[in-house]
């Protein structure tokens, strides 16, 4: 072929470009993956709208609701629900209806809703601009305004998109060129002139409704548009402050004792919580009150006194920095002081609630009072907020308290950023109902305590549960305010039963509950403001109202604010107004002091002015500073070195009630820093919220160390979250969570649990016990068997076997003996001055005559042997005098060390307190001359044993070496044994061991060397003869 062609328009070549195929249809199909999506987006959307609007009409008759005008917000809804089902109108095959509603209702749906949202903005600041004395603007406020804004809007989009259609309408239509494959079915929209001028009419709307929004950014806000609607008294207890001022100030005129023939008049301005409102406000005060021009004073005829305010420490500051150019003074009732040191930066200044320190100072003492240890913080996201946070920190590190957590809430400024974010907005939800931490400690401000309740409220949203905050103790700073506007319809109020918060200390004005029942919005004094708080507090409008109507409850005036719920209205002066009224009274009393002081001026006429008067307002500095009074109740009020009321605060218990009622309690208060007063509270007064049953609430991190045990810190983890290690022996722990185990009192020690002391025992070896019983037996039994042996060789003693043993050096020994045996009684019973005396000298002495005497009979025994050979000198030597020689000798060198030992540290009556971990050893304290009575004695043995060692062997007829040696075998083992055993044992098994080894011994002699001659003497007294013993060999 000599040239290529095309394919018709509805077809395309294929691969091998050698045939065409057809072009598939392209448009967004219902049944397609994403036409799937996006239909299940649109029906989602809607029935979620759908439900909204259904809340909305169910609670039709909420302040929510109602304050944010329900025709518009119905308005609103039922078009972003039209929005969301427009959308479907573009999914399918395009058709001739569908091409003409698909933009037309987009346009005109669109226009709706966005009008809408601008009547919203519009209507909130003309309502804002309203609150402005003598503003125009209120007539214009109502329904008229939101429907003309509403309807103009929308029938503007409605004729672009009417012309579109009747001109150019939209229609069907096909692309066969975009796509090489596919054919698009779309609309076409005809005038793409008309099309654009729908998007650009929307993009107008959207433009003006921001530009209002942007210009209204920094109006007073609380999450909703309420605020903006309900003018300027946007908390109807806050009306209280207002009203305990002008009670105040009739109080004063009509007292006839202070200020005589003066009147005392008021202006009153709102900040609305703005700072530029403030400036603007606080310039009025100063030039007058119909022109503002910086350093003029326009109204000649009222001369300003004093100001009283603000509320918050923000407020303060901004009104301080221009009075105190004019020296005015100024008395604020803000719980935290605007600067570090009032004193010196704001010379004007006054606080009528006293230093925030006793507040510190209060929440320190009310935690470490109930031992809570783990204690979470919120508190404002701002500089406030975490001056706050380092203040109460470094008092609760230092009183041992612990931080859980501190969560620190959005300003205003990041509210809308906050709110995008749901996961951070659950989380913080989560860390406020944090079941581990039961404490909170919240520095109470308007938009603090608005914060707390939304996450409270969102978390029942979360978790899909309806009962929040269980088992929570909220300690609430003095700005907590209890009010409708601070709580949410779907929070119970009882999620705050129990709550503990520190208020301005106040006392009951008896004739404040009968000034406000007189109040009446339609009598000859009321104002407008009466008016405006009567509509707020009651939910009703009077018949000439300007406001937007969109309920049937019309004001008689008739209504009673007693009846009024507390969270609404309270008939008592609450704390904040009682500093209000205190603030009025201590400038009425400084300027009657300044008038007592000025006498001919006050007789000048009948009436006056103070105006009219040469006075300043700088006069009263010296009068406020310096002076002390009693206001109508008694109670005195006077300001300290830094210009603070010379007060304390009050603990108030809140007590809710299912009704939505509440009681206010006061159970303690933390005075003045004076000497003398103690921080007070009656627990037994205090109601718990009911999870806890009325039992006091724990709030720690880990559960207590009982006694007996140990704090050990946890690595990683605050100071308040520790382990618990068992106490060491020897150590007690007697309270719970103690750092560290102690040691009981010398004369005490720990019991199994090692959580108390016990008295210890006395150790020593009783007469009473087994042990002591079994060795007196021993020694009075081995004690009668030698004087037994004894008494047999005095009845033998002319036998020959009696006398070839010397019969003086036996007696001498049986008699040594016996003492031996009869000595060890010293060791028994408890040592005393004289038994510690003659133990171990009698022992020493006694032992080492016995000793000796068992020396001489074996030195004996060898001279008589070597002085049988002839011609030997030995012979001399064999008699009395080498015998008394010997034992003797002896036994002085004994008597003498003993003598020594006594004279120079005798052994004396002594405690052993520590050897013995359940006892004290009393015992006998020998020195170390004991040691040398042991060697004396064991050197007198070993040579006892040498020698009878070498005489073994000696003939049997003139020979008992054989009994000594091995007599003194026993002997020497015996006290050899003795010395380990002495040393490595305590108190009375040492003295057993020293008496059993004192018996031993001498049993050991009296056995080894006597019994074979009893044996001879009683049992065999045929050998008992001289020629037997001739006979032996």
Known sequence: MDDCFKCPEYQFPNWNKDQCLPKRTNFLYFSEPLGIILLFLALSFSLLTALVLGIVVKNQNTPTVKANNRDLTYSLLISLLLCF?????????????????????????????????????????????????????????????????????????????????????????????????????????????????????????????????????????????????????????????????????????????????????????????????????????????????????????????????????????????????????????????????????????????????????????????????????????????????????EILYHHGICIAFCEKTPVISHALKMLQSLESIQTKASSINNLTVKVFVVNAETQTTAWLIWYLYLHLVFEDTREISIGKVWIMTAQWDFSSESMQRNIDIQVFDGTLSFTIHSNEVPEFPKFLQLLHPNSEEGDNLIRLFWEKAFSCFFSDSHEINESNDGCSGQEKLKNLPGLIFEMNMTGQSYSIYNAVHAIAHALHEIQTMRPKIRRMVDRVRLGTIDFHAWQLHPILMNFSFNNSIGDMVFFDENRELAAGFDITNWVTFPNGSFLRVKVGMVPQALPGQEFIINEEAITWHKKFNQVRPIAVCNDNCLPGYSRKKKEGEPFCCYDCAPCPDGKISNQKDIDDCFKCPEHQFPNRNKDRCLPKSLNFLSLGEPLGITLTFLALFFSVLTALVFAVFIKNKDTPIVKANNQDLTYSLLISLLFCFLCSLLFLGRPQIVTCYLRQSAFGIIFSVAVSCVLAKTIIVVLAFMATKPGSKMRNWVGKRLTNSILLGSSLIQSVIGAMWLCTAPPFPDVDMHSLAQEIIVKCNEGSMFYCVLGYLGFLAIVSFTVAFQARKLPDSFNEAKFISFSMLVFCSVWLSFIPAYLSTKGKSMVAVEIFSILASSAGLLGCIFFPKCYIILLKPDLNTKDQLMRRK
């Not at 007539?139 to 305004?145: A, D, I, S, T």
């Not at 700072?275 to 009150?289: C, D, E, F, Y």
């Open 85 to 393: 089902l427009c959308s479907l109108l573009f999914m399918g095959r395009p058709q001739t209806v569908t091409c003409y509603l698909r933009q037309a209702a987009f346009g005109i749906i669109f226009s709706v809703a966005v009008s809408c949202v601008l009547a919203k903005t519009v209507t909130v600041v003309l309502a804002f601009m309203a609150t402005k004395p003598g503003f125009w603007m209120r007539k214009w406020l109502g329904k008229r305004l939101t429907n003309t804004i509403l309807l103009g809007s929308s029938l503007i989009q409605a004729a672009i998109c009417a012309v579109w259609l009747c001109t150019a309408p939209p229609f069907p239509d096909l692309d066969m060129h975009s796509l090489v494959k596919e054919i698009i079915v779309e609309c076409n929209e005809g005038s793409v002139i008309m099309f654009y001028c729908v998007l650009a009419y929307l993009g107008i709307l959207a433009i003006v409704r921001f530009t209002v929004a942007f210009l209204a950014r920094k109006l007073p806000d609380s999450f909703n548009e309420a605020k903006f609607i309900t003018f300027s008294i946007a908390t109807p207890k806050n009306f209280q402050h207002i009203l305990s001022l002008e009670f105040a100030v009739k109080e004063i005129n009509k007292n006839p004792k202070i200020l005589p023939n003066i009147s005392l008049g008021f202006h009153i301005y709102d900040s609305f919580t703005d700072a530029r409102v403030t400036q603007q406000n606080t310039l009025k005060l100063l030039s007058g009150w119909k022109r503002m021009v910086p350093n003029f004073n326009c109204d000649q005829q009222n001369n300003l006194i004093a100001v009283i305010g603000g509320i918050d420490s923000v407020i303060s500051l901004q009104m301080a920095t221009m009075l105190g150019l004019y020296k005015i003074p100024q008395i604020a009732y803000c719980i935290f002081a605007p600067v570090m040191n009032v004193k010196t930066q704001l010379p004007s200044f006054y606080r009528m609630v006293p230093n925030e320190s006793h507040l510190y100072k209060g929440i320190a003492q009310l935690l470490l009072h109930f031992q809570w240890t783990w204690v979470g913080i919120v508190t404002a996201g701002d500089d406030n907020g975490e001056s706050f946070v380092q203040t109460l920190t």
